[in-house]
Every structure is written in C-alpha cells, then in structure tokens.
C-alpha cells in the first residue's frame, strides 16, 4: 500500500529535533529561540487586517520578489530580473525540492556535501536520482573535497548542492575552494543548488560569498534562501529561489501544482523583514547572541577527553567528534537522552562521514545552554 519511496522516508530525525519529551533540554533543533521582531509581526496584523487571506500569484507577490531582487543585488552582487528569475516558495526546502525536481531525471545523480542537512538526499531520492557524497574536509582549512568529486562524477551526474555556512559543520566556503568549485561545475557541465539561508550566521574572520556572483556561475546555478533563520521566521514558511528563467519558470508551475502560492500573510511579513531597517539591528543583535553561546559551548568541550568540537565559522551548530568515546552516533545520542534529558542529533543521519559524531544546536537561551553543557561534560567525564 506504501510506495517504495515513502518508505524510504524517516520522521525519526524530526522527532530527535522538534518531539522530544518537555523534561529534555533540546539542542537538536536549527530554530532561533528569539521571537519574530515586533514590527515584522504587526506588519503580518496589518495584512490581515486589509483582507491579505486570499491566494497569491504561484511566484509569490511582485513586491516582495522586487524586494529579493533589489536584496540579492545589494548584498549578495547578483543580479536578477524579479519577473523572470525570482520565485518565493513556502519555505526555503520547499524550493530546493521544488528545483530538483526541474533538474533530475531518475537515474540522474546529483553531488551532495557530505555531512550535509539530511534533507538534500532524501529529496534527491524523491526524485528518483541517486545522491553521492562529496566529502567536506574539516580541520583548519575548511574545504569541499574536489579531487574525491572527481573520482564520484559521471556522465548522469547532473546538480551539485551547496550550503556555505554549513549545516551541521559550520564550515564555509572560501573564495580559493569557489573558485575551485567554479572550474569543477564547468568542466562537468553541472547545475549549482546554493543554499545559503545561514548567510546572515557568521563569526568573525569569515566572509560570504554568493556563488552566482561569480559570472562563471551566474547562469549555472540557483540561489535558495530564506527568513527562517536570520530573521527568526521559522513558522511563517517563506523562503525564495533565484536563478535562470527557464528554471525558476518550471519551478514557479510545480510551486503551483504541489504547493498553490506561498501564505499571503508570510510574504507581506516577510516583505518588512527585507525592507524595514531596524531589521539590520534585529539581526546584529542576534548573531552578537550566538556568537557568545559559540564561546560557551566551545569553552565547555574544548578541554574533554576523547571529543573535538569544531569551531563553527558560521550558523548556529557545533559539529562534535565523538567517535572516541567508544559510542556510536546514535549510542551517544540516546544515553546523553535518557541519562541527562539533554537532546543533540546523531551525525549519522547527515552522511557517511558524519558517523562518529554529533550536532549540538546553541540556538536556545544561556541559561537553558550552560545547564545543558554542565549535563554534556557530566555525561563524557562519567563514559571517559
């Protein structure tokens, strides 16, 4: 009665990240604890309060696909026509799913990082294609591993995923490894899926660069980002992607046919996030937030035995090899669970490489973070 490829699909990693019993402090979920600014949220009462409860456009409204436009051009130096080339989608996932399924055939394969956010390779499997892992080299010069992607590329590879800052590893992309990157595309005839919805996310010393804004790029890959992260939006699921007409063309139909529109009230929330000025305070207080809870959770593991935190460079995770504990991924997770009620997702569930380790999440308030750390060094100091 189940097709094969909803059996595929687990809600495991959602009840580890979102499920978990009250008593669990949860440091497995990629959601802000901050709440929506309030003028972003009485822009949301006012769309209502002037009848915006009807469908939108598939596209998403021309303003606020103007308002991504002019954003993209400002900050990001790529330039797009809001018309033909700009789609919002109801969240940003939404819109990789939606790009996929314009881009691959099944039998098609497509190059994912490895670790990566589970989402890219079930959604590459939904598709009928197959996702191949494209090791990400951790250490002191952060790095997506080319010469692997080399040996891994064939005639049916067809899409490469980005994601720069990274979830789970933090790691970002520098401009050496783009450039790299950029060659690697060309020379195999690949469509670039750039996730970059943690843009906003970073920590001193690190820079972003938007691959599009490469003009070997430009016409070569799809920019997908989003208000959930940045700009404390996770539940209002409104997101955009960018890119070639004829891409973003299908996109905007099967937006269509799967989704409708976007929620109108969203996109006029969303429209303030990307033009209301305080909205720059907004977010500088955030990341000042974040990058205090980086320092704490980096001062509570870096002296522990047998675990390596790596110094995130950017977004709001902690990648955390564990291996030598003894425990697998999963292990460490589910005792760290039951024996001091402090909740992290297991590596494994990001890629082959990810096994041996986990993602600690410090999107949640201090006081909440330090009772969780103190638990996490209890429990390691118990197993050494």
């Given at each position: ?31 802000p ?10 822009a949301a ?9 009807h469908?939108?456009p598939?596209a ?22 809001c ?6 989608t109801?969240?940003?996932?939404s819109?990789?799913?939606?790009a996929?399924?314009?881009l691959l ?22 598709c ?36 720069s800052p ?64 940045a ?17 973003i063309?299908?996109?905007?139909a099967?937006?269509g ?15 303030v ?15 000042d ?91 390691i100091?118990?197993?050494?």
């Open positions: 009665m189940i097709s094969e490829r909803a059996k595929a699909v687990s809600a495991e990693p959602f009840r580890l990240a979102l499920n978990l019993p009250k008593d669990v402090i949860r440091l497995s979920a990629g959601e604890d901050f709440e929506t600014p309030s003028f972003v949220r009485e009462k006012k769309a209502l309060d002037e009848g915006f409860t469908y939108s598939s998403g409204y021309e303003d606020l696909r103007k308002a991504v436009a002019d954003k993209l051009q400002r900050e990001n130096g790529i330039v797009c026509d018309e033909r080339e700009v789609v919002i109801p969240g940003s996932s819109g990789i799913f939606m996929l399924l314009t055939n099944p039998g098609d394969e497509a190059l994912v990082p490895d670790p990566a956010w589970f989402h890219y390779t079930t959604l590459v499997r939904l009928g294609a197959t996702p191949v892992g494209l090791p990400v080299r951790l250490g002191e010069n952060v790095s997506l591993d080319l010469e692997e992607a080399e040996e891994r590329v064939t005639n049916r590879t067809k899409v490469l995923i980005l994601n990274g979830n789970p590893t933090g790691m970002m992309i520098s401009g050496d490894n783009l450039k790299a990157i950029s060659e690697f595309v060309e020379r195999h005839n690949l469509t670039l899926i750039s996730d970059e919805v943690y843009e906003k996310i970073i920590y001193p010393g690190n820079t972003h660069t938007s691959p599009a804004s490469l003009s070997a790029l430009k016409e070569r890959t799809l920019t997908s980002n989003g208000f959930s992260k700009y404390a939006m996770t539940g209002w699921r409104v997101g955009y992607l960018a890119g070639p007409a004829e891409i063309e299908k996109v905007t099967l937006n046919y799967v989704l409708v529109c976007p929620s109108s009230v969203s996109q006029q929330a969303a429209l996030a990307l033009t209301d000025p305080r909205m720059n305070a907004a977010i500088t207080g955030m990341v937030r974040f990058t205090k809870r980086r320092k704490m959770v980096l001062d509570a593991l870096t002296d522990l035995p047998r675990i390596r935190a790596y110094p995130p460079q950017g977004t709001f995770y902690a990648w955390v090899d564990v291996s030598k504990t003894g425990m697998s991924s999963e292990q460490f997770t589910y005792k760290l669970i039951e024996s001091e009620r402090v909740g992290v997702l297991p590596g494994n569930l990001f890629g082959e490489r990810g096994k041996g380790h986990v993602r600690i999440s410090f999107a949640t308030g201090e006081d909440l973070l330090a009772q969780a750390l103190e638990r996490i060094r209890t429990f100091l118990r197993k050494s």
